[in-house]
């Protein structure tokens, strides 16, 4: 196999948008990504949702060809645009035969450049967002990680859902959405990440030719500062007609530029976030106790340009619950109180090694590791570096990492369902 980063391009184009592309020899698909600096973190309380919604729209197509002709003329491609909207960013994606990637780029951006975002557009994307927003108030586990959010993170912008609000999402314009993008969806800040069976010097140029009429400085980047917390409100019951309640246990974390990232993505692996059962979580409220199926948690997944969570979630029956929360507690402070063996640091490094590796032999995940590792500023070697970062972290330094960011007597608990024994708000 290749290195992770042999065959990588990069570019500054003059409008502004930064182009990665990664050679795959052989593969027989091209996959597509371009991220703008257009997530929720850029909406208010005002427009919550707006970011998602205004995604949603572009897919429409550009103006004077959106909707059914639009949609042929992709389809004619061999391929289609999806949307993703997070905090951060939003991503449209698309995957293509190596021989369709210029006419897809130029589909790419005639979208991007000039949207639609007509009433009847926006009006069709703000009923499917509509109907996502009741379907995950319908969801015991959407329900319990909103709820968490918005009590761990207090009045800070990342505790809105990325879909927003029903009121919030009824009130959105096409004027809203013409804003948004005229605000957000600009080359400048954008990342266009390329990669499959293609050569790099041929795709740069028709990526350069595609988006030439895109133009627009990057957008700022507010600093929304650290988020105040939950003052003294730190637990929250609500009441939802389920077989078992949703739990989630934690508190605000780190940033990604963190430098005890690593350290802590290899505690995840051992605590609750490694394949299988093999976390303590798992081997504990699932296999000595039999009180949870599932049973999970994360302190470095939600980690950004503003510090995301450690959080822990399991659902279980009323009657378990206390006991399902006595034991994930239990279980971190373990992991303040004393170091992992060697060899569990030793099985959660192959096992990060190997869900690597994994990825960087598929177009789609290379594409999207492209666009992380841009915005994060890693550098392109960083794949090559990433089994040596993890190599060089033993149990000590999982044990330091663990006691300067995760404090078991300072989380946010959250129950979702139907009453049980603790004490909540």
Request: net charge neutral; charged share 25%.
């Amino acid at each position: 196999m290749a290195r992770p980063d042999a065959g990588i391009a990069r570019a500054v184009l003059a409008n502004g948008l930064t182009v990665l592309v990664a050679e795959m020899p052989g593969s027989p698909v091209v996959s597509i990504a371009l991220s703008l600096e257009a997530g929720s973190r850029y909406d208010d309380e005002k427009t919550a949702g707006v970011a998602c919604l205004a995604a949603n729209a572009v897919l429409e197509g550009p103006r004077g060809n959106a909707g059914p002709s639009f949609a042929r003329l992709v389809e004619a491609a061999g391929t289609s645009f999806d949307a993703f909207t997070g905090y951060e960013t939003a991503v449209f994606v698309a995957t293509a035969l190596p021989g369709r990637v210029v006419e897809v780029l130029g589909h790419l951006f005639a979208m991007i450049a000039d949207p639609a975002l007509d009433e009847r557009t926006v009006a069709r994307a703000r009923r499917a967002q509509a109907s996502e927003i009741a379907s995950d108030a319908r969801d015991a586990y959407q329900t319990a990680r909103r709820e968490f959010f918005d009590l761990a993170y207090g009045p800070h912008p990342r505790r809105r859902p990325v879909v927003g609000y029903a009121p919030t999402v009824a009130g959105l314009t096409a004027a809203d959405t013409v804003d948004f993008c005229a605000r957000r969806y600009r080359p400048g800040g954008a990342v266009l990440a390329i990669a499959g069976g293609v050569r790099a010097g041929g795709v740069l140029a028709a990526a350069d030719r595609a988006s030439r009429a895109w133009r627009g400085d990057a957008p700022l980047l507010p600093d929304h500062g650290d988020p105040p917390g939950p003052g003294s409100r730190r637990t929250r019951f609500v009441p939802m007609r389920r077989e078992q309640v949703h739990l989630c246990l934690g508190h605000v974390a780190i940033r990604r530029s963190d430098p005890r990232y690593h350290a802590l993505e290899i505690l995840d692996a051992i605590l609750g976030d490694c394949a299988g059962f093999g976390s303590r979580l798992a081997k504990r409220l699932r296999e000595r106790e039999g009180l949870a199926y599932v049973v999970e948690s994360d302190t470095v997944g939600s980690a950004g340009i503003d510090p995301g969570v450690f959080w822990a979630y399991t659902a279980t029956s009323p009657a378990n619950a206390a006991a399902a929360v006595g034991g994930i507690r239990e279980e971190i402070r373990r992991v303040v109180a004393e170091p992992p063996s060697d060899e569990e640091v030793a099985a959660a490094v192959s096992y990060l090694r190997g869900r690597r590796i994994i990825a960087s032999d598929r177009s789609d995940s290379r594409a999207l590791g492209l666009v992380r590792i841009e915005r994060r500023g890693l550098g392109l070697d960083f794949e090559s570096r990433y089994p040596g970062i993890l190599s060089s972290i033993g149990p000590a330094d999982v044990l330091r990492a663990a006691r300067d960011v995760i404090r078991p007597d300072d989380c946010c608990l959250v129950a979702v369902g139907p009453s049980c024994d603790l004490a909540l708000d």
